[in-house]
């Protein structure tokens, strides 16, 4: 005889992939001015493509999410802004760009949780904009499999994309290159 957990873990376990998003786009800032509080000419050049060609790649997405704008991240906030702020401007529905939390790998990781465990976010597109530093964490609470994502993104690679489908409930991730 089951009990009420197994059974739960059981419909978890078989029907949790109607609630996960259908797919989770991530990706880099674009390239920073020497200085390193806003987007380089070459940055905000790439933020500019990427409005065209990740939609066509991937889908509108529904939900944009980037480093909250407070405190000691407030520069960061603003570059991760200034690259999706093309993308968030041209989109013909309401897609929110949301304040993900402070500026550090736990609010990242909270993030990464909540999409694949909370079931707040069923059946929609998700970019995610952070910076290079961070990404593992969203990867790793995503629960996929080390060796599949950088655990050191490179300091240079400003055109990786990754992209998160969910196969039975599962991560798979795949990597794509902006050819900018």
Known sequence: MSTVEDIA??????????YLPDRIV???HAELHESGTALSKTGHDRARYIQDWMPRNFGKPDYIYVPAFYGDTKDISIITGQTVKPLH??????CPMLDA???HQNALFRLGHELRYEHRHPGINVYVCWTRAELPAFFKALGLAEGSYPEIWPENDYGSVYVINFQKSQ?????FTMMF
């Open 101 to 103: 939390g402070a500026f």
């Open 9 to 18: 873990v059981e419909i978890d376990v078989t029907r949790s992939h109607i």
């Open 171 to 175: 991560p798979v991730v795949s990597k």
């Open 26 to 28: 991530v990706f880099r």
């Open 89 to 94: 401007n041209q989109m013909e529905r309401d």
